[in-house]
């Protein structure tokens, strides 16, 4: 037996090298998991030069603004909730994602008593789904293409084109919630494997964003980037990691894109779908087992980025709590023809909780993928066109502008995944994804967590939390039961 394998089994919690590979929620939760049950030498590396990943709250107009996540989705069985109830720092938001305007590209505001049956077909639809798609074959497009009409039939009589208009809006809207291009990508059957957890499903941060998560995670004292809590000393920075070499039975050796290297006797890699999806051909050596690479092409990560607009008071009238955007068809016959093609993508804009001065609009899939392409300039232009051509008012040039470009950066490659129908197709899901990879007495040598591994909260900060728990306690429990052994 060599040098390295001997120390490799004498190994203990004080002595185990762990390498967590990403420092976003679930490399956070797996790092100070580890370290409060006792681990010594955890290191994670970060490819960007901040932690937090796919939250990122930054100071914009009267406090921050999130540029990822932003919502806490429920409250019970939400391990986010859970460890935040009772200190007063989630809130509410004000409904405006249900009592939005809907305007035509004519201008005409459809008359709320229209707009209100509509979309009360539309989100009554979310219940009654997790009975329906039980045995449903299709799509989660083909479900709720079907169910909407059914439900339009039961009320009186109404312009079709108008529902048409309305269903094409709400179909953007839901495939943001499913980060999906378009509803069809998406499994009926597998939609039902994400459970929504009970309690308010919009908790907004007030005024301090989501990063509050992180550092409450951290224990960090201080709102500042230097204060890393308990992972001070244990973080490295602009460390992107090139390749994880497990081919030798001890060691794991590990490249970053920079030449550097370093060993450790566990890689937890939490990097994102996309950047798996990219990269994990070239990332490990060897190859990663057949039905790992299945998962990694089966399920899917898709592009939902947002538009902050900022003003010197706020844009919309107060009777406006935002709007949504119903294209008539010669407009969109028109608007594809254009260069502005990509604003068909763009649903709507909404009022932002404790920023009474900006507006906050969204875009999904490839239009989204495009706009990343343009330059700021650029999409604020095709913004105040299409404002222009929606609305029955004014609004001026705002302030400041932001976008999101969250598929276009190598270390996120998207926004948030889903379950695919080619998923069902493969007979694959999150189980494929999380599964370790072990040595032959058992040890977890290369394990996998981030949201996309999550059964059932995938998408999610919640979600990506309890897979970074889920892999440090998959440790804990390999040495403490070594430990019973000795
Ligand atoms: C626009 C948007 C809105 C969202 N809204 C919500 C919401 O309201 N509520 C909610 O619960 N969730 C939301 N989400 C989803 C949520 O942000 C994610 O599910 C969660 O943050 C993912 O955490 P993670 O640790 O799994 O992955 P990540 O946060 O992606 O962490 C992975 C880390 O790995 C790093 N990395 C990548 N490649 C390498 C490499 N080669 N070497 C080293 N490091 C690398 C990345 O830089 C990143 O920091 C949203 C996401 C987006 C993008």
Redesign the pocket.
């Known amino acids: 037996m060599s040098a390295a394998s001997i120390r490799s089994l004498r190994r203990t919690k004080h002595t185990a090298r762990i390498v967590i590979?990403?420092?976003?929620?679930?490399?956070i939760a797996a790092a100070t998991r580890l370290l409060e049950q006792g681990f010594k030498h955890v290191l994670l590396?970060?490819?960007?030069d901040r932690?937090?990943?796919?939250?990122n709250t930054i100071p914009f107009a009267d406090n921050v603004v999130?540029?990822?996540?932003?919502?806490?989705?429920g409250e019970r069985d939400n391990a986010?909730y859970q460890r935040v109830k009772d200190m007063n720092v989630l809130e509410a938001t004000e409904a405006h994602y249900e009592t939005f305007r809907c305007v035509r590209s004519n201008k005409q505001v459809l008359p709320d008593d229209i707009a209100n049956n509509l979309k009360a077909i539309a989100f009554n639809s979310i219940p009654e789904r997790q009975t329906e798609l039980v045995d449903f074959p299709g799509s989660l497009g083909d479900y709720i293409t079907k169910k909407y009409w059914q439900e339009v039939g039961k009320l009186p009589p109404m312009n079709r084109t108008i529902a048409e208009e309305f269903l094409e809006n709400f179909h953007k809207f839901e495939s943001s919630v499913e980060a999906a291009d378009h509803l069809y990508e998406v499994s009926g059957r597998g939609h039902l494997e994400y459970w929504l957890c009970e309690g308010e499903l919009l908790l907004n941060w007030r005024d301090k964003g989501?990063k509050s998560f992180l550092r409450l995670l951290m224990n960090a004292k201080k709102d500042e980037p230097e204060d890393l809590g308990v992972l001070k000393g244990h973080v490295l920075l602009n460390?992107?990691?090139?390749e994880i070499n497990y081919q030798a039975a001890d060691e794991i050796v590990i490249r970053c894109w920079n030449g550097e290297v370093l060993t450790a006797d566990h890689v937890i890699c939490?990097?994102?779908l996309g950047?798996l999806k990219e990269?994990h051909a070239s990332?490990f050596v060897p190859a990663l087992p057949e039905a790992k690479v299945r998962a990694i092409k089966g399920l899917k990560l898709g592009t939902?980025?947002?538009f902050f607009l900022e003003y010197p008071v706020p844009p919309l009238p107060e009777d406006w709590p935002g709007f949504c955007c119903l294209w008539l068809e010669e407009d969109l016959q028109e608007l594809r023809a254009s260069e502005r093609f990509w604003l068909e993508s763009v649903f709507g804009f909404y009022p932002v909780s404790y920023q009474p001065r900006l507006l906050q609009g969204w875009i999904i899939g490839e239009h989204a993928r495009y706009m990343e392409t343009l330059t700021e300039q650029e999409v604020l232009d095709g913004l105040l066109w299409l404002f222009r051509k929606f609305l029955p008012f004014d609004v001026p040039q705002p302030q400041h502008f932001l976008r999101?470009q969250?598929h276009a950066n190598p270390?996120?490659r998207g926004?948030?995944t889903f379950r695919t129908t080619y998923a069902d197709e493969l007979r694959t899901g999150a189980w494929d994804l999380e599964a370790p990879l072990l040595d032959v007495a058992g040890k977890p040598r290369l394990q996998f967590?981030?949201?996309?591994s999550h059964k059932h909260y995938y998408?999610?900060?919640?979600?990506?939390a309890e897979?970074?728990w889920r892999e440090a306690d998959r440790l804990n429990t390999y040495y403490r039961s070594r430990t019973a052994q000795l």
């Open positions: 590979i990403g420092a976003g929620t679930a490399g590396l970060e490819a960007e932690i937090g990943g796919r939250i999130d540029l990822g996540a932003q919502w806490c989705h986010v989501y460390k992107r990691v090139s939490t990097v994102s950047v990269q990332m939902v980025d947002k999101t969250w270390n996120f926004s948030y967590g981030g949201e996309a998408s999610t900060v919640h979600g990506a897979t970074g």
